[in-house]
């Protein structure tokens, strides 16, 4: 971003602030609703869960709680990165509902700011922070899982407009968006698949495109495939350059990765925290003694705790560069991969806590947490596989931080 | 004798159990049951009947075909394979229950029926603490007039709502005691259907508060030896079913690995995808061995068998529910649906883990056997594990 | 081979022979000797160590106990498998010596019987069996250690006579050894460069072979590296036909994988066994009480155990047809993977037992059993990397057994 | 407070122990030493001495620079990745073990001599049992005369060859003692040199029976408390130099896998080895985390400061030796030589997790302290992982 630095906050600043953040969530956190709400964004599944969620994090901007680092002209806080810390870490504490426009204010408006022009940012940047206009993100396709940069979706200029044709898939809040960062195929006769493309920020609430929901393996809803059918999107839709979206693309990812910084803040998820799961042992019993007495369940917590610990501490020393020189970006990079298969491996050992009531779901009255332990389990895969596999992970790590030659 | 065995009549068993499943447990009739009711289909359940598969461990003058018990195996093996959901591992474990513990008039009275399929049985020995130890039930009886009375609270009746029967675990006296009821003269409201993570699968919670149940009602014979069997048999045909699912599971995912191009190539060709592939396989032919031979001493030597079966629910266990949950993730957004197969072995994976002891349970309940001085073990035979041959 | 299968003994005729093997084991079992034995055919490092392992295996073969099933007239002894069976486990229950001559036994001599002619079956197969002529393997070269194809070696004819030059690696018993089944290119301009490749028999005792002995990472000798200088050896050295090399190398590796019959028996190793580890874990103490009370060495141990015993039962399952019906030579086809994984993995699990003692190593009196699982770590990865890594076996099982692309 | 800090001081630490190990700790200088009789090299010492390394965390009244205990990390740390093997933690130990335990007077004695790299000193605390608990000795020691007698073994006691001072514990009327003492004085044959899987370390076992001491070589402050810092400190240093290590050895791995060609390409574009490197690498941020950490808190809070120690240890362990054992494997044949350098972080490896506790002796003994209801972590402040940032 091209202001000034903003300047860092004194600790006695800081403290002030992160009293006035406590109060206000004291006294504004949101009823718990009479439906289940969903652990993260890509998880909305029904019209009220989604109503509930938009509300919240419209009451958060107005309170001036998101956004704090984006420039002041187009609706952000201009502050210190301290401060959106802060509210981070608080509203973890106060244990409040996730902001429902993740793709907006984590991907999207981060790379608008980077990468668009000033009308761009004044037409989107405030409505994401507002949860005015819902984002969705449309890289993926029914052929193409991770090799996005075979995206077979199509924009052909057309006078003023450009149209569109192909199918999207994985669009979580898809039938809630208004525009969606699309990945297509411009110049289908380029010298490489990576050179035809274009990187739009195109509505979707307009004729010609299709949304039909996909039912996940949890039996709920929350991610669609989206159809585009001679859509015709206007002609300044384009970020960047025309035949430049991969490397839009690339940049969206590194925000989604966790591997940039500049995202709006405020919590992306329901956290699933080792504490819980050690609560879960104490209440669970296994063949009649609480679980937290068997030897390898004691054993497992401590090192789900120890690497819980290790991760939270990465995060602190990521920012001392004397100890992050070999690998400066390592920690950053690996955020992603090791975050999500965090939470994979977290959810599958707490229903181990439970004995034969682990074949508990949701909606069943005595199934121990209600179930969520379970969901989160299944969930945990939509974050294991999107936004790149872990397996791709893997090699973008071993390639980038270990510089290893390319797997093919 | 040999450690594993495979009597011709057995693979007899498991040849027209692949056959009757093809037929009857593709995906899409596995989908349609699972969305049905019950869960149930009386018409296959008949077929089922006729081709002799609920009295393959029955005595025979109760109709049955007094095969060795670690027969059954060979249809379980199958059945976990085809993700195949039905009354068979309800009835078959009253069944075997009544054969342990039931007088030869408790025997004569229900073994006729549930050898011939007309009488779908099942048992209610876990209660909601979620224990596996099936050898001290807290639901109570007591002595009310010349029969009990029951109150107390089973979870995980499978397959109640079409059942004619049901076994149900109790303590009497301060010992345990096992109870055949019909389930038309359960209390209206005493089962509640559960939402299990298998959805293919039908369970229910039975609650009875004072009910009044005949004293011919009680098993007869011996009870703990009943429950003890149930334990037993129900952690090896659970153990086989996970042996045959991760086969269907592997199957599944090796055929997407075959079939799916990303980044211009077979993705099967990565070995990030291949070699977990790999070593998946490796466990399940160690699991796989665990559980024949599990199955082939299951009668012979009750120390022996014991380490026998724990091993192989344990290792079976751990090797589906890592088959399950790597099929989910290796077919990438795919997998992550509803409709894709992949999420029914994982749901099945994830309920026969939890059922009969998980892996834990009966790792945990293998030390003393394996690790005591003087323990059976310790004198048995040990083979020595791979290395190079004729070693 | 080609003569008449031979009867399959009756299970009392078994008794018999097992009755009579076991008596004479222990009438003969050799005397432990005054320095430390090696604990395979690998990890001969001394003059002294050799020959009492060779003495060893010439009284065995004269009691007529190995090559049991090898064709009588090339010194086997014509009968059905089961008897050699009987010797082996025998032999592994007495707990007697290892075959020194494991490269003949085990690879060279199958391979010969499989493909050589009637010439040299006479000329090498009774020399192998009584341990007087020792072989060893020239495969692997240091450009190219699982890449066998990439041989550099090279044989050009010169009149009656075969030209070798080039230099072979990690030949145990190289400096003990008379032959060696030697992979060299004689056509260097085939049109790929498998088809180059001919596979010899090739004396190793003659002008122009220059032996260098190689120290291991255990601090002890046991591999050579074997320079060719214009050796010359006899052109009927060839097994199958020029040309063919590549072929005759592979179904070499299918004895040494163990994934292939007709090995002539014998122990091959000392075996690492998990009962050793569990008494160890009743001797050794950790923090003043034995190991084996610590619940996650239990655990372990359990493990261990439960491995062991399904790597087992896997070579019974393996027998009967009906029950490996999917994969009928899978289990043949994992026994090197696994089997030397397994004892790496043992071997590093035993050092843990021992509390700080654990940091002894051979030589030291105190060092737990003599610093053997120190040095059976280190050994283990000889067999996970020789004869094809670990990694590369994963590869041959996912490409052969489970049917995916190959790698690349 | 931060929960992770770097000082100046420190830093600039860290940068003169990278130059100074560039020039004397290359694969080749470790190779001399080890091949040494001794291992020791006094020039070098001296000018360890000179950079002011042996009295970094000892007071400033006795010569040393009085910086936190933690900043020895910055020294043990590269001193791990170099493969460096001095006796620095000896003498680093025993400096420390006297500024705790030791009278004034008893520090004004000897750790001047330390702090100037004249006097090298040792500690002696380890026992044939095995056993990483330092608190109660066996060796026992009596009052004999005016002074004490004692009786007993020990085992690693580093660089006791080339030490001018002993510190041994003891257990004297049934509380611990510590003794310090100078190794001249100790009787013939007393010291035997122990044949160590790290051969550049030099250990040796103390064997002394009625061997007498004066009476002011017993430490006259909190014997317990020393010996409670030896057990940390000595922690705390290990895992730094596991730590280094493991950067030591993916460094030697990462630079084959990215020149060696097998098959016509370079071996670490194959995920089989690719992939693993990347865990490694995951695991190793953690615990390079958790270490400093660990450095950062070590005399701040004493319980917190123990569960941060504690997983230091435990994650640095598990990730070295792994990383270790993978560097022998990913080098393929050569990995098995004795030429090649990855032999030489795996025996250190090996070395550094049977010295003060291994993994499994930490994680137990993190169990309470994190387990347990109201344990000092239950109320301390947790941070959430990973997840999407902002979160």
Chains 1, 3 share one sequence.
Request: aromatic share 8%.
């Amino acid at each position: 971003m091209s202001e000034a630095t903003p300047a860092r906050p004194s600790p006695e600043e800081l403290d002030a602030f992160r009293t006035e953040v406590r109060a206000w969530l004291k006294d504004n956190k949101p009823e718990p609703p009479d439906f289940q709400l969903p652990d993260s964004f890509m998880e909305v599944g029904t019209p009220e869960q989604f109503e509930y969620l938009r509300a919240w994090q419209h009451k958060v901007y107005e309170a001036g709680y998101i956004g704090l680092t984006w420039p002041k002209e187009y609706g952000g806080g201009g502050l210190h990165g301290l401060y959106q810390g802060v509210v981070n870490r608080e509203m973890g504490a106060a244990n409040v509902p996730f902001m429902v426009n993740i793709i907006g204010l984590m991907w999207a408006g981060p790379v608008i700011l980077q990468l668009g022009t000033h009308a761009q940012k004044q037409r989107y940047i405030q409505k994401i922070l507002s949860a005015e206009e819902i984002w969705c993100q449309g890289f993926s396709e029914p052929g193409n899982g991770s090799d996005l940069g075979n995206a077979q979706t199509t924009a052909v200029r057309d006078g003023d407009e450009w149209v569109l044709n192909g199918t999207k898939i994985w669009t979580s809040l898809g039938t809630e968006a208004k525009h969606m960062i699309l990945l297509a195929r411009t110049d289908p006769g380029a010298p490489s698949k990576y050179k035809g493309l274009t990187f739009f920020l195109a509505p979707v609430d307009i004729p010609g495109v299709h949304k039909t929901p996909i039912q996940k393996m949890t039996g709920e809803y929350g991610f669609n495939e989206t159809r585009f059918e001679d859509a015709r999107i206007p002609g300044d839709s384009i970020l960047g350059r025309e035949g430049e979206g991969w490397s839009v693309a690339m940049a969206t990812l590194m925000f989604e990765r966790g591997a940039a910084e500049g995202q709006a803040g405020g919590l992306s998820m329901v956290p699933l925290r080792v504490d819980d799961v050690v609560q879960l042992a104490r209440e669970c019993k296994r063949d009649g003694r609480p679980a937290i007495e068997d030897p390898e369940v004691r054993a497992e917590l401590v090192r789900f705790v120890m690497e819980e610990r290790a991760l939270g501490l990465c995060q602190v020393r990521q920012r001392i560069p004397g100890l992050v020189t070999e690998r400066p970006h390592a920690i950053m990079m690996m955020n992603k991969l090791v975050g999500t298969e965090f939470r994979r491996r977290l959810a599958r050992f707490a229903i181990s806590l439970q004995g034969a009531n682990g074949v508990l779901y949701m909606g069943d009255p005595d199934a121990p947490d209600g179930g969520h332990w379970q969901r989160n389990y299944m969930n945990a895969f939509s974050a294991t596989i999107g936004g790149g596999t872990s397996q791709i992970q893997k090699n973008i790590l071993g390639e980038r931080v270990l510089g290893l030659a390319k797997s093919y | 004798m040999a450690d594993i065995e495979l009597s011709e009549e057995q693979g007899m068993l498991a040849n027209s159990a692949g056959d009757f499943l093809q037929k009857h447990s593709s995906f899409e009739a596995v989908r349609q049951r699972l969305a049905s009711d019950s869960g149930h289909d009386a018409a296959m359940w008949k077929e089922m009947a006729a081709l002799g598969w609920l009295g393959v461990a029955l005595p025979e003058q109760h109709g049955g075909a007094d095969m060795p018990v670690g027969a059954l195996v060979s249809l379980a093996e199958p059945m976990g394979r085809h993700l195949f959901a039905s009354p068979f591992l309800a009835t078959t474990l009253a069944g075997r229950m009544l054969a342990v513990g039931g007088s030869e008039a408790q025997q004569a009275r229900w073994l006729p029926g549930i050898a011939s399929g007309e009488t779908i049985a099942t048992v209610a020995l876990t209660e909601p603490d979620g224990s596996w130890e099936l050898g001290a039930p807290q639901l109570r009886a007591e002595r009310r007039g010349g029969g009990y009375a029951l109150r107390g609270s089973k979870t995980f009746v499978l397959d109640a709502a079409v059942a004619d029967l049901v076994l149900i675990s109790a303590e009497l006296e301060g010992v345990p005691a096992v109870f055949a009821v019909e389930r038309a003269a359960l209390p209206d409201g005493a089962l509640r259907r559960e939402v299990l993570i298998d959805e293919a699968r039908r369970g229910y919670r039975l609650d009875v508060d004072d009910f009044e149940v005949g004293a011919d009602s009680r098993l007869d014979g011996d009870a703990p030896a009943a429950l003890d069997h149930a334990y037993r048999l129900g952690a090896l045909l659970v153990a086989a079913e996970m042996v045959g699912g991760t086969e269907g599971v592997m199957d599944l995912t090796l055929e997407y690995l075959r079939t799916r191009v990303q980044f211009g190539r077979l993705i099967g060709s990565y070995q990030a995808l291949k070699h977990p592939m790999v070593d998946i396989m490796v466990v399940q032919e160690q699991a796989r061995s665990l559980l024949h031979h599990a199955a082939t001493i299951f009668e012979r030597d009750a120390g022996l068998a014991e380490v026998a079966l724990r091993m192989a629910k344990a290792m079976a266990g751990d090797c589906y529910t890592h088959a399950a949950d790597r099929a989910i993730q290796f077919h990438g957004g795919t997998g992550f649906t509803y409709e894709c197969h992949a999420q029914l072995f994982f749901r099945r994976a994830q309920f026969c883990e939890y059922s009969f002891g998980d892996s834990r349970h009966h790792r945990r309940r293998l030390e003393p056997l394996l690790l005591e001085e003087g323990c059976v073990w310790e004198s048995a035979h040990r083979l020595v594990p791979g290395g190079l041959p004729g070693g």
